[in-house]
């Protein structure tokens, strides 16, 4: 199973970017998926997951009201909508995969990860 994410770059605070993870190898619909964030000098931390059925979704509460994770199963992919973007949301963004129905925020539950993605927001 291989998971590529795109879509960061830089934006300006207030902004927004839209993230996308694809899974290849396996049917995308197997899995729960959870973004997650790290940023330097702090630990990986958890953003948003979203069941493998979709119906289900969870977000850390800084993120809460302005991401949105959605997927798209026909497509494989899973996707991160974030506005109104803050400098505090700079970060490596990476996508993971979970076997599982449901997503959960602990990290170490996910067996698949993707290579990361640079989001930078500027003031």
């Known amino acids: 199973v291989q998971l590529q994410a795109s879509g960061g770059g830089l934006v300006q605070a207030g902004g927004s970017l839209r993230l996308s993870c694809t899974i290849s190898g396996r049917t995308l619909s197997t899995y729960a998926m959870g973004w997650f964030r790290q940023a330097p000098g702090k630990e990986r931390e958890f953003v948003a997951g979203i069941s493998s059925s979709g119906r289900t979704t969870r977000y850390a509460d800084s993120v809460k009201g302005r991401f949105t994770i959605s997927r798209d199963n026909s497509k494989n992919t899973v996707y991160l909508q974030m506005n109104s973007l803050k400098q505090e949301d700079t970060a490596v963004y990476y996508c993971?995969?979970?076997?599982?129905?449901?997503?959960?925020?602990?990290?170490?539950?996910?067996?698949?990860w993707g290579q990361g993605t640079q989001v930078t927001v500027s003031s």
């Open positions: 993971a995969a979970d076997a599982a129905a449901y997503a959960t925020g602990d990290y170490m539950r996910y067996n698949y």
